[in-house]
Every structure is written in C-alpha cells, then in structure tokens.
C-alpha cells in the first residue's frame, strides 16, 4: 500500500546549525502536508503545515518546501537550539485522516 | 485555546481486566475525535475514528471488541481497552478535530495515555 516514509532515522546537529529533515509520500492524492513535533512522553505538537498547490512555506525559524514531482518533503530548522531536540514526523492526509510517516529522532549537541 | 487533555497519563493494570482512557476537548467542541496507538520507537498509527453520537470507524486490523469507543458528548471520547494483555501495551494518543472548523485538516492532540500491562 502507499505510505509515507522519511529517509534518517536520526539525526546529530550542532547548536547553532541548521537542520534539515526528509520525508518521502508515495500518496499521489494527498492534498495537505504537516510536520510535527513529538518530544519523550508528549502528544505530537503542531510545526507547520502545507497545501499540495504550494512549494514552500515559511514559519517562525521552520521552512516545508513540497516536491511534488518527486513527492518529497522537507522540515529545515534555522539555527537549532536545544530545545529542538525531539522525533519530528511527517503526516499527510487525504480525507481527512493523518498517515505519520516513520519519524526522524533529532539530537542538538551543545 | 484547542486543548486537548487525556486521562490517566499513565496506567498500570493486569492482563485480562479493562482499562478506560479518557480524551477531552476542553475549549471547543469536538465532533471527530481519533485514537491513535504508538510503540516506542515508532510512529503513530490511527487506529479509529469516533463521531459524537454515531459508532467509531475502525481501521482495518484494528479489533472493534477489544477497543470499545464511546463518544457521547461533543467534548468526550473514551477507548476502553478490554481484556488487555502485555502486548496491548502502548502509548495512546488521542485527537480532536474543532466542529466550528470544519476543515478535514486541522486535528488538536492530546498528551497521550501510557498503557502498561503486566
């Protein structure tokens, strides 16, 4: 079936540096992107999110750029602090209803 | 505002009794709300859909008797986890979508429910 995966499990940062963080669909019919942040223990957090007539969007220190033509996703985080440091997943929907992708474990080293 | 809560956060219980997880919406009203299960390591895996007042829509693979969904009120759902064994054992997630946005799209989670059974 169709799903939707990222390409690192984890991921070492430098604080200070920015990250970025990839995610490949396979859903041809998904209309609506988001990323979100889970840290140990918590609910996911909202990031930012994206329409499927949109390449790009920008937010408060996170980009999503959408590559529709290879169905990739992408998180970029400016300046990674420490407080960053979580799982970030992926999810699109279609209906109405989320499919996570598989996560990537991001880790700020001071 | 769009708070979800859960309750317990975190629940031991036997294998073989039930276990009742409860998700609020506590400043808006909710008439989708979805049940997730996550074990460590992994991601989050819907495992139904409950609309207030009418049965929850399972995803296939997901035992409709053993994860009982109830959603009576607009700001209430509860999964209850019948006769639970150890590999029931995970963390439960709940979230709601807004009636008063009726966009597919935005969902509010809540902070999860750690389910171990022993």
């Known amino acids: 079936g169709e799903s939707v995966g990222l390409h690192l499990p984890t991921l070492s940062v430098q604080e200070g540096d920015n990250s970025i963080i990839n995610c490949a669909y396979s859903?041809?019919?998904?209309?609506?992107f988001i990323w979100y942040k889970q840290e140990s223990g918590k609910g996911p957090q909202f990031i930012i999110d994206?329409?499927?007539?949109?390449d790009k969007r920008q937010g408060q220190r996170v980009t999503v750029l959408l590559n529709k033509t290879v169905k990739h996703l992408s998180l970029q985080i400016a300046a990674t602090q420490p407080g960053d440091s979580a799982v970030y997943f992926c999810?699109?929907?279609?209906?109405?209803?989320?499919?996570f992708g598989a996560g990537t474990q991001v880790v700020v080293t001071p | 505002g769009a708070v979800v809560s859960q309750h317990p956060s975190r629940v031991i219980c036997k294998s073989g009794t039930s276990v009742k997880i409860e998700c609020r919406s506590l400043d808006f009203q909710a008439t989708t709300m979805f049940w997730y299960r996550q074990f460590p390591k992994q991601s989050l895996m819907l495992m139904a859909t409950s609309n207030e007042g009418s049965k929850a829509t399972y995803e296939q693979g997901v035992e409709k008797d053993k994860f009982l969904i109830n959603h009576a009120s607009l700001t209430l759902s509860t999964l209850t986890v019948t006769s639970a064994h150890p590999e029931d054992s995970s963390f439960y997630i709940c979230s709601a979508r807004a009636t008063s946005r009726p966009s597919l799209y935005e969902q509010y989670f809540g902070p999860g429910t750690r389910l171990t059974v022993t």
């Open positions: 999810a699109e929907t279609s209906w109405g209803k989320l499919q």
């Open positions: 994206i329409r499927s007539n949109m």
């Open positions: 859903n041809s019919a998904s209309d609506y």
